[in-house]
């Protein structure tokens, strides 16, 4: 089993910059992909990256280049860095884990709880 926890969600103006984090517990960290998703009212859970055990990423259009997540194997951390951010952003962001990378939701495993990120114009 694998437990994940986010934080580092809140209120940000356009154009800021949150760093989220996700810790997980368990041995496996170090062998899993991880997966970011957000889901905004009324709408899909959306695809935003993925990070590789090796960690290699790889992010949805929607978010390249301003968007960048990493990890930190010893601590059993990804983090979505998040500059450059927009209205359109504003959603619970959710990190999640998988055995493979995928891109689709459905595919993950292990769910946190989702933090909440709020970009006012």
């Known amino acids: 089993q694998v437990q994940l926890v986010e934080s580092g969600g809140g209120l940000v103006q356009a154009g800021g910059s949150l760093r989220l984090s996700c810790a997980a517990s368990?041995?496996?960290?170090?062998?899993?992909?991880m997966g970011w998703f957000r889901q905004a009212p009324g709408k899909e859970r959306e695809f935003v990256g993925t990070?590789?055990?090796?960690?290699?990423?790889y992010a949805a259009d929607s978010v390249k280049g301003r968007f960048t997540i990493s990890r930190d194997n010893a601590k059993n951390t990804v983090y979505l860095q998040m500059n450059s951010l927009k209205p359109e952003d504003t959603a619970v962001y959710y990190c999640?884990?998988?055995?493979?990378?995928?891109?689709?939701?459905?595919?993950?495993?292990?769910w946190g709880q989702g933090t909440q990120v709020t970009v006012s114009s």
């Open positions: 999640a884990a998988a055995r493979y990378s995928y891109t689709t939701s459905n595919r993950y495993d292990y």
């Open positions: 368990g041995r496996t960290f170090g062998s899993l992909h």
């Open positions: 990070i590789s055990p090796g960690g290699t990423t």
